[in-house]
């Protein structure tokens, strides 16, 4: 499908996207897709509606790093993969890495999150 276009005067959105493990991070970089769990969904696809482009930083919690982020590239639908089993995550959608690397939080330490009392974005 089609990239989508930037919309002007909208925001640029970012998420971060926890994953439990590394295997979900992997698979995702090989084949340019993601899922999340349902509660996650409306937020995400409002957020990809709504705004110029939506950019999700995935970390495999409990590392300490970040391992990249990519570009949401489709809304979220309802199609589910077996690539993840039946882990209890939602609708398949479509993300262009941009940066495949482990970058430690302490990089980012910098970054506050207004909309999290400030704190630290890891």
Request: aromatic fraction near 12%; include cysteine.
């Amino acid at each position: 499908s089609k990239s989508p276009s930037p919309r002007k005067n909208t925001p640029v959105r970012y998420f971060i996207m926890k994953s439990s493990n590394l295997q979900n991070i992997e698979i995702s970089q090989q084949k340019g897709i993601w899922s999340t769990v349902p509660s996650n969904e409306r937020k995400l696809n409002g957020a990809f509606r709504e705004s110029s482009m939506v950019y999700l930083v995935f970390s495999v919690q409990g590392s300490g790093h970040f391992q990249g982020f990519a570009r949401m590239c489709s809304s979220i639908g309802c199609e589910k993969s077996e690539d993840w089993g039946s882990a209890g995550f939602g609708g398949v959608f479509k993300v262009e890495w941009i940066r495949k690397e482990s970058i430690p939080f302490q990089f980012a330490h910098h970054l506050l999150n207004p909309w999290n009392g400030n704190k630290k974005v890891q």
